[in-house]
């Protein structure tokens, strides 16, 4: 009787649990029985009464007061298009019965492989690129990948025997794992359409940062003083503390030199190169925000520093996302014209309580195409732009001890913004389609990975996107030729039987570039319904006037002026000049610039009349 009345008691206040998939409440009951088959981690969502008026919670959830687990991690992706698979969810087959051609025969055919450097963006853009999709699909992915179950020379995984590189190399297949879901993980019954789980919030919210568990955040992250997050400092440069064991996910450092690896709520920023770097920017980047805090609010307590430079954080890392990363590549017409960004500068508030804060499957898949232009050689460069030497980045993958170590870390800041990525050309770089996972596979194709991945998610075909994209049936291959080169048509007529054959991704690879951007128009649709639906689905969004501790105008038009080159200049080692716009090359237009002349925010915006200046006291 006892335990019941505590329940009835106390129901008013604890914790309510959730069922992951579902979303819906669920009975003590059924989480002992989770409880009992180890899936309470994965399909159990515990969620703390929401107050309508509290800030973004870590976990995402209460971010929609009716669907309080909704915005969580391992809450169901949407689609943008149902899947079709083939039976017992096995990837589809042609139309007409046959295997579809295999992921690497496609990949050597449609993608060529070489260096040739963009003019136009730099290194730069690409790692934020990849860390912005770090902080909504599970940061889990690479580190699984190699210490989970990969396995070998499944079919699916086959290398024709006269591939351009492995007719010579002897390797006959390669290592390919199907992502994880609700059914594989057993919170929903085998059987059912599998739909893909992750452990990061589907929200972008610098989950890199700070986790997606107030849990890990307060253990690992929260120094308790002052408004920071805990870090270290060696030979004078700032970061994030580092893990004291050997037992650590940093699989590639080169010990004993190198010994770094950071002690994060998740341990994101120890995986990608790119993905590491913008971490630590962005954990200083926090404790920066709060000292400027502190400074002019002085009454200020530690929780209320906290919460006020993790809101300014999160929003300067959407800023730059959507106002500065985004529109050089989609184009900043199309961007207004299809309501992602607005021209004015002010407020916006588009939020409907009717769509949840989820991810469609499609936006983190589609943002796979980055990989054609993700450079292999990761290029450093002195203060003063000398070049100084070059590592293969898939080589520092899992390996964080290698920025901490001879310079490294000056070096490789002052060439993320002075080398150009690869060009956007059809034609990717050796070490991402051969080498993609460093030492850590013998061969590993990022490119043809995403091709399988393609097909284990069960989308539809690329003319279905295209029919759902621009309202336009696509019945021969001929019709393509609007908008794919006719030499890469006449390849994929040789590739598919039929053109409703044509994987999405192949499709997207050989599209031409939209009107007025970059990308290809495919990737465009895909990505921008997402980022739409962040702005509409997410309660505690940054440019909204309503949301519980909203800035003020002046707030929001302060944060509004950083830019990355001005965020680079505040936390990165060495910066003392760079170019305003550090997403693209330096040049005539956008030429070397004293960060003095750098604009930046005014924190006086934020200022605290209720503070009492000390000397008053
Ligand atoms: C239970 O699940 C957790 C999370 O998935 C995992 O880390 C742990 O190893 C599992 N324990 C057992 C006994 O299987
Ligand atoms: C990078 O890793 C590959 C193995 O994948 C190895 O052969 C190569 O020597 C490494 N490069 C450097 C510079 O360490
Ligand atoms: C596949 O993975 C296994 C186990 O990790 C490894 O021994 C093998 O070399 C990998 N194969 C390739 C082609 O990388």
């Known amino acids: 009787m006892l335990p019941l009345l505590l329940i009835l008691f106390s129901s008013a206040n604890a914790a309510l649990f959730y069922d992951s998939y579902h979303g819906v409440p669920i009975s003590p009951d059924e989480v002992k029985r989770h409880d009992k088959t ?106 699984n990948y190699i210490a989970w179950r990969p396995y070998c020379c499944a079919e699916k995984g086959k290398i024709p025997h006269d591939d351009p590189v492995h007719r010579f190399s002897g390797v006959n297949c390669l290592n390919m794992t199907r992502p994880e879901s609700f059914q594989s993980i057993g919170c929903i019954p085998k059987g059912t359409t599998p739909d893909r789980i992750v452990s990061s919030t589907p929200l972008l919210d610098l989950s890199t940062v700070y986790g997606n568990f107030l849990r890990n955040l307060n253990e690992k992250g929260r120094l308790f003083e002052k408004g920071l997050l805990k870090y270290e400092v060696e030979n004078g440069r700032i970061w994030p503390p580092s893990v004291k064991t050997l037992a650590s996910v940093c699989f590639l450092n080169q010990r004993p030199q190198e010994t770094r690896c950071h002690n994060m709520p998740e341990d994101g920023g120890n995986t990608l ?38 809101d300014i954080n999160i929003a300067i890392a ?64 002195d203060k003063d732009g000398y070049y100084l030497k070059q590592y293969p980045i898939v080589n520092l993958t ?70 759902a994209c621009f309202g336009t049936t696509i019945n021969k291959f001929e019709d393509l030729k609007g908008f794919i080169d006719p030499e890469r048509v006449e390849i994929l007529k040789e590739l598919y039987e039929t053109v409703e054959d044509i994987d999405l991704l192949a499709g997207i690879w050989v599209e031409r570039p939209i009107k007025g951007g970059f990308v290809p128009p495919t990737f465009y649709c895909l990505v921008i319904d ?66 003095n002349h750098i604009p930046d925010m005014n924190f006086g915006a934020w200022k605290d009349l209720t503070c009492k200046p000390t000397q008053w006291q």
């Open 38 to 143: 180890n899936t309470t981690f994965w399909c159990v969502n515990e969620v703390e009464p929401c107050h309508p008026l509290e800030g973004r919670r870590v976990d995402g959830s209460c971010n929609n007061l009716r669907y309080p687990s909704r915005g969580a991690s391992h809450t169901p992706f949407t689609r943008v298009l149902p899947p079709v698979y083939d039976k017992d969810f096995e990837p589809k087959k042609s139309a007409s019965g046959n295997e579809l051609p295999l992921a690497r025969y496609l990949r050597t055919r449609l993608i060529s492989v070489g260096r040739i450097p963009s003019q136009v963006f730099t290194q730069l853009a690409i790692h934020y690129f990849v860390f912005m999709s770090a902080d909504v699909v599970s940061l889990h992915d690479t580190i």
């Open 398 to 467: 899992l390996r964080t001890g290698f920025f901490a170590v001879d310079d490294n870390i000056d070096y490789i800041t002052q060439g993320s913004f002075r080398q150009g990525s690869a060009n956007i050309d059809y034609i990717a770089d050796p070490d991402i389609t051969e080498q993609g996972l460093g030492p850590h596979q013998k061969v590993s194709d990022l490119m043809t990975n995403d091709l399988a991945k393609n097909r284990y998610f069960g989308f539809q075909p690329y003319v279905k996107y295209r029919e």
């Open 273 to 310: 190169a790119g993905i590491n770097l913008m971490a630590v920017w962005f954990w200083r980047y926090h404790n920066f925000i709060a000292t400027e805090l502190l400074k002019i609010n002085p009454c200020w307590d530690d929780e209320r520093l906290f919460a006020t430079a993790r």
């Open 318 to 381: 959407l800023q730059i996302y959507y106002y500065e990363l985004m529109p050089m590549f989609l184009g900043y017409e199309n961007l207004l014209k299809d309501r992602v960004i607005i021209p004015t500068g002010g407020f916006r508030d588009v939020y409907n309580e009717n769509v949840l804060p989820q991810l469609s499957l499609e936006y983190p898949f589609v943002l796979r195409w980055v990989h054609t232009v993700q450079e292999g050689a990761l290029k450093m460069y």
């Open 530 to 595: 997402q980022l739409r639906r962040n702005v509409i689905s997410d309660r505690h969004w940054y440019e909204r006037p309503n949301r519980p501790n909203a800035f003020t105008a002046h707030q929001l038009s302060e944060a509004r002026k950083i830019t990355i080159g001005r965020f680079v200049c505040n936390i990165g080692d060495t910066v003392t000049k760079i170019q305003p716009n550090a997403f693209l090359k330096a040049g005539i237009q956008n030429s070397f610039t004293s960060c």
